[in-house]
């Protein structure tokens, strides 16, 4: 029965805090004049950038010092990617690495693992993309149909993974993948690797999406030989695996600031003395954001306690996706005639385009809201 | 008394005495039902038990406990003016019922013994003209000649702001018990109708914005003694706002023809939050209070702001 969402107060620390300042001025300090900010975490993958960030301890900023990590605590990487997002730096480079691929290693792979892949993603140098769903697996992950098949010394892999952001520009993709039968619960005989994406047995071909930008891919795999090494976690322990991670994928600030740059750029438009419609505009954005910000730090505290809010989580993404995409709706409004270069309109025509995905990546809205019901018992 | 122990003094005097009868008896207005009987036994409990005083300078509570007491009432549909009531200790003393006015309206004038009008005056001789909000609560005006004037904060008018966006999110959570209960037992087409997808998502949308709207009212509780305060009322008043129509209405939706009878409770709930979104500004002015100061700061400091670092 229903016992209530669980979003306890939570504020930043000091000690995160004390972060912010020096995050600004770096970002001030790195990014062109005339680089087109974008707070979409998809966007932008600047390899200099990334080893840059590296360099300040701002990748892998939880991770244990072995693995060139930061021992920080959540509240900390919080500041840092808050701060990253709402300058609209660019961050997919190292994102998926730093957010999921590196957790997933620290919390399941083998120590050799974590000593070979986790250093090089810290100095920001060594990218992961996604490698979860197929051409009939997107919302039922447990569908998938990439095989493994067990050789001497490893795993031969066929199948193909889809809408792996970044495949074409990244190192490694860690592959779900079946290895066995999936029994009755269909969450058997699924199994994680690391695959090297510049191995033979893998053709990565970029896939335009509907701005025209090459961001996702489809990842073939033929024949691809895995050795032994390169399995993550135990063999038919995918499922709780990939499932695992959602509290850490599903409740952070970059499901509610995709389209912060163009409130920012709005604010700008509007200037000192802003209309009382422009005005109102302005605070009611705030206000959500505001909100969002709070229940998605409140996730975080939880997370840092150890506990996992599955549901809290599906909720700030599905709340957050649902204003993001308001946001250009909104705005546009406000704003006729802009000229074609003005950063305004470049902002809202760019956020426009890719708020599709901000709705459909992951997890849908509908699967959110199927996650949230049952949450609250409904199923 | 310390915070644990008004909570769970409220929460049993509520559920003993807070009845749909009361409330029905309490309400005001044109129709003829409508009788406006203020709830004398409820009102004597509260006093003797010190209700009435929380947030009050000697009770040992603050303001942030006084907020939090108001939220529990909200999700009870307290049929007194109980903000008011609180608010209004804090700032004078004296026995019997102290109210609030917004301007010259003020909940149950009509039973006052005192009202602070919100523009600093204490009134005590005072005539009344009946009148209520569309929840059927008393709203009413005063006429008064003279008047001493009475110390408020200069954030008085976010301080009854934040009361209504405490009791607020008390309703909305009700109604999303209400209704996660009523669809898990009311069956069409041989099932709960908890079972059917359109139904769940309707829940699940009413979920993240009761949860908003908590975590909204929390979070401007928190600032309480910040000079963040201001904006986080004024973001709260904005989005608990917003939520109160969405919920009011999936909530209604979710219930169909049984919650549209003035038999079900469900309208104890969403009439108030229909009402109490417009009392003390509604969303349009908050907006425009944080607009404002967001485009004084300019494009380069929003986030700043907006992440209340700002120096």
């Known amino acids: 029965m229903f016992s209530g969402l669980d979003f306890e107060p939570a504020r930043l620390p000091p000690e995160a805090e004390a972060l912010r300042a020096g995050v600004r001025d770096f970002v001030e300090r790195e990014l062109p004049g005339d680089y087109l900010r974008n707070s979409d975490f998809n966007e932008g993958h600047a390899v200099e950038f990334s080893r840059k960030l590296g360099m300040r301890g701002w990748i892998g900023m939880t ?28 961050v997919s480079a190292h994102w998926i690495a730093d957010r999921q691929s590196g957790p997933l290693l620290l919390r399941y792979g083998t120590e050799d693992q974590k000593l070979k892949y986790l250093p090089p993603i810290t100095r920001g140098e060594s990218y992961f993309s996604i490698g979860m ?84 891919n489809e990842v073939v795999f033929e024949d691809c ?19 695992s991670e959602l509290g850490y994928e599903r409740s952070g600030p970059e499901r509610f600031l995709s389209a912060f740059r163009v409130f920012v750029e709005f604010v700008r438009y509007v200037g000192a003395s802003p209309s009382d419609e422009e005005s109102a505009l302005i605070g009611r954005l705030a206000s959500h954001i505001m909100t969002l910000r709070q229940m998605s730090i409140s996730v975080a505290a939880m997370l840092q306690a150890g506990k996992n809010p ?19 709706e909104l705005v546009r409004l406000f704003a006729p005639d802009l000229g074609p270069k003005h950063p305004l309109r470049c902002c809202l025509e760019q956020t426009l385009l890719h708020s599709p995905s901000f709705t459909i990546r992951g997890g849908t809205r509908e699967i959110l809201r199927g996650v949230i019901a049952r949450g609250l018992g409904l199923r | 008394m310390t915070y644990d122990l008004i909570l769970g003094t409220a929460e049993r005097v509520f559920t003993d005495h807070c009845t749909k009868a009361l409330r029905d008896n309490a309400e005001s207005g044109s129709k003829d039902d409508q009788h406006g009987v203020f ?27 006084a907020f939090r007491v108001i939220r529990l009432a909200g999700k009870f549909a307290l049929p007194l003016p109980y903000p008011e009531i609180l608010i209004g200790n804090r700032f004078v003393t004296g ?27 204490l009134v005590d001789e005072f005539d009344v003209v009946q009148g209520a909000n569309l929840a059927g609560e008393p709203r009413d005006e005063i006429i008064f000649e003279s008047s001493e004037s009475v110390k408020l904060p200069t954030n008085f008018r976010a301080i009854m702001a934040m009361t209504r966006v405490a009791a607020m999110s008390g309703a909305l959570e009700k109604l999303l018990e209400l209704t996660i209960s009523y669809v898990g037992e009311r069956k069409q087409f041989g099932r709960p109708i908890s079972g059917f997808q359109a139904v ?79 009392e003390y500004g509604h969303e349009k002015e908050w907006q425009q209070l944080i607009g404002c100061r967001i485009a004084s700061v300019g494009a380069d400091r929003a986030w700043a702001l907006i992440s209340d670092c700002a120096d």
């Open chain 1, 63 to 90: 991770w244990p010092k072995q693995y060139g990590g930061g021992e920080r605590s959540f509240f900390e990487r919080y500041v840092v990617t808050e701060e990253l997002l709402a300058a609209g730096a660019p």
């Open chain 1, 133 to 216: 769903s197929e051409p009939d697996s997107g919302s039922d992950l447990a569908s998938v149909q990439t095989r493994a098949r067990a050789v001497d010394g490893g795993w031969i892999l066929n199948g193909t993974k889809l809408w792996s952001t970044d495949a074409q520009r990244n190192h490694y993709m860690v592959a779900l993948v079946r290895t066995g039968p999936a029994g009755e619960s269909r969450h058997e005989g699924l199994s994680q690797f690391i695959v090297d994406l510049h191995d033979d047995g893998v053709t990565v071909r970029p896939i335009k999406n509907i701005a025209g930008d090459e961001d996702f």
């Open chain 1, 225 to 243: 030989f895995v050795s032994e090494e390169n399995l993550v976690g135990a063999v038919g322990n995918g499922w709780e695996q990939v499932t």
């Open chain 1, 310 to 328: 599955a549901t809290e989580a599906a909720l700030v993404k599905s709340l957050g996706n649902d204003f993001e995409k308001a946001l250009p």
């Open chain 2, 39 to 65: 709830p004398e036994d409820l009102w004597t409990i509260m006093q003797e038990t010190g209700l009435h005083q929380v947030g009050g300078e000697q009770s040992g509570t603050s303001l942030a406990d």
């Open chain 2, 95 to 121: 026995e019997g019922l102290t109210t609030v006015a917004e301007g010259a309206i003020a909940p149950w004038a009509r039973r006052a013994e005192r009202v602070i009008t919100d523009d600093g005056q």
């Open chain 2, 200 to 278: 769940q998502h309707n829940v699940a949308r009413m979920a993240g914005e009761v949860a908003a709207s908590t975590r909204a009212s929390d979070a401007a509780i928190e600032a309480l003694d910040t000079d963040r305060f201001v904006v986080q009322v004024s973001a709260a008043k904005v989005r608990v706002g917003e939520a109160a129509g969405i919920v009011a209405e999936i909530a209604h939706q979710a219930h169909g023809a049984m919650g549209f009878t003035h038999e079900h409770e469900l309208h104890h709930y969403t009439r108030r939050l229909w009402a109490w979104r417009d």
